[in-house]
């Protein structure tokens, strides 16, 4: 009766801790000593998966029995390193399983958003059938956006449970995040209880983790709805807390700087325009050049070694795959096409879905709805009094409501048991400013070119809210055991949230489709969903035809 439910979720903590054990191996490549963090280790098994699975698909198809092994493998390598570090890691392993546990619920999903069946699963499967082909991105509109989701999922292809895994690595991303909020969250308190002198350091950075805590777990709590964007931005949070931390402890060494690299590399994968977050690196070199005093030792720290390998070659194939499916180098992004290729996408039509997409962003198209001279409409702002009646009321602004809601609530508490006014001025230093600076251009190159939440708003507008939040907030005295109670009781309520919430969704699936979550546990699946295989395979048997004993490669029109 409930032989799906029990597949489920065994296959979904086997695959966990497969990428923890891949990350342990991952990052002895780099150093002996490991941080026994298994937030940081999973999200480095991540980045292992996403480039041997983009290195692999080169050569052959993930089918199910190559997954199995090398997903094997993985478990082998965490059962060896638990083993050794049983002690160490008895803590860590129950935080784990009792995080990723709680999240399980939200992998019980009926029905999936609209672009996983349009692209999202057939580009998924469509890497566990075959090995890379030119010119794909002739069948669909989404084949020529690839994600590195996509092959990170086609490695849960699985005997048996087959293609039905394919939501797990948005939950991973958000397991593994939220381990690494929670830790530095218990880190910042050890620290006050520790020192005094770091309390003005810390305690900023302590709101700003608990605030994202709470807003990635209220906000994006249906992983079915996550698509390629909001798991970037999940690790957009992560990556400026730690360049963050790392300005106000004033230390950097290469352990660090290998987490910004995989966080960093992970972010651009998910999403090819990512690729401006690069910025964020400006002002974590300046901090490094000023502790040097020398640009070649500089230039040193930051390129001469492993993991910066790792991250160019990622880039590499990532790119690389746009422009194997298109040929442009970044699509739809015109000038970076090559159109005298043979399986290249004709320039008017990347220019043509370049406009597409940006009328979809600003409100000027939907699946039901067109406006008039939609190349006007985009031009300048043009744009902005129709985006504002149909996009900003109501999605915008209820999610900023919504935000502004939560650090209200963080307002009143701490106004109602501070001590005195102001224990301190507290303020970003000139390595923060800048890389806030970065966060606002980022936000205006957002809201001119693509102002939809999903293309990075969520992670923008938020962070421009709560680190200033942040800094307030920690310039009140507030009694430390009531604050640690106050942290307990956020982290609790939005943990009944989240699990609120989900088991609202699926209740109204059971309802509204008939799903049976403990009996027929699998997401919905039909023939739309396999017809873009469908026409491949029927063109792989038209395109081969045999004249006088050769083969000849036509392409069938």
Not at 157 to 178: E, Q, R, W
Not at 417 to 436: D, G, P, Q, V
Not at 441 to 463: D, K, Q, S, V
Request: charged residues 15%; glycine residues 4%; positive net charge.
């Amino acid at each position: 009766m409930y032989n799906n439910f029990i597949l489920f979720l065994s296959s979904y903590f086997l695959i966990l801790f497969s990428i923890i054990g891949y990350g342990t191996i991952f990052l002895r490549l780099f150093n002996n000593k490991i941080e026994h963090n298994f937030g940081y280790i999973g999200l480095c098994g991540i980045f292992f998966l996403i480039f041997y699975s983009y290195t692999s698909n080169i050569f052959f198809p993930h089918s199910e029995f190559h997954n199995l092994i090398f997903l094997s493998v993985g478990l082998i390598f965490f059962i060896i390193f638990f083993k050794k570090n049983f002690l160490k890691l008895r803590k860590e392993f129950i935080l784990t399983s009792a995080i990723f546990s709680l999240l399980f619920t939200s992998s019980l999903i009926f029905k999936n958003h609209d672009d996983f069946s349009y692209y999202h699963f057939p580009y998924t499967f469509y890497l566990t059938q075959q090995s890379f082909n030119f010119g794909v991105g002739q069948f669909n509109h989404g084949f020529r956006t690839p994600s590195s989701i996509f092959y990170l999922n086609s490695l849960f292809y699985l005997p048996v449970v087959k293609y039905y895994l394919f939501n797990f690595s948005a939950l991973y991303i958000l397991g593994f995040s939220n381990i690494i909020l929670l830790k530095k969250i218990h880190i910042f308190f050890n620290s006050l209880n520790l020192n005094n002198k770091v309390i003005f350091k810390y305690n900023y950075l302590n709101f700003l983790s608990l605030f994202v805590f709470t807003f990635i777990n209220i906000f994006f709590y249906r992983i079915g709805e996550h698509g390629t964007d909001r798991s970037a931005q999940i690790l957009i949070f992560i990556l400026i807390i730690i360049i963050l931390e790392y300005f106000l402890i004033s230390k950097l060494n290469k352990i660090n700087l290998i987490f910004i690299y995989i966080l960093l590399g992970l972010i651009i994968s998910l999403k090819a325009f990512y690729i401006l977050y690069i910025l964020v690196l400006l002002p974590l070199f300046l901090f490094i050049y000023e502790k040097k005093n020398n640009l070649i030792l500089t230039l040193n720290f930051f390129i001469n070694n492993k993991i910066f390998l790792f991250l160019f070659i990622l880039i590499f194939l990532i790119f690389g795959s746009y422009f194997v499916n298109t040929g442009c180098f970044i699509y739809p992004v015109s000038f970076t096409c090559v159109e005298n290729l043979s399986w290249s996408l004709p320039i008017n039509e990347v220019n043509r879905m370049n406009n597409w997409y940006e009328l979809w962003s600003k409100a000027g198209a939907n699946p039901n709805f067109r406006v008039d001279n939609p190349d006007q409409y985009i031009v300048k702002l043009n744009w902005l009094s129709n985006w504002i009646n149909n996009y900003f009321f109501n999605k915008m602004s209820d999610f900023i409501l919504g935000v502004l809601f939560i650090i209200l609530i963080f307002f009143l508490y701490c106004f109602k048991n501070k001590h005195s006014k102001i224990k301190n001025k507290t303020k970003l230093n000139k390595h923060s400013i800048l890389l806030f600076s970065i966060l606002v251009i980022l936000t205006f190159e957002w809201f001119y070119n693509h102002p939809a939440l999903r293309y990075g708003g969520y992670c923008l507008l938020t962070l421009l809210l709560f680190i200033p939040s942040s800094l307030i907030l920690s310039r009140f005295n507030i009694d430390m055991k009531k604050f640690t109670n106050f942290v307990f009781v956020i982290t609790l309520i939005t943990t009944f949230i989240f699990l609120g919430r989900n088991f609202y969704r699926i209740n109204k699936e059971i309802n509204f489709y008939n799903y049976m979550p403990l009996k027929v546990t699998f997401y919905e699946i039909d023939k739309h969903n396999f017809r873009i295989q469908n026409q491949m395979d029927k063109f792989e048997k038209n395109r081969i035809k045999i004249i006088y004993g050769k083969k000849v490669f036509t392409l069938n029109k």
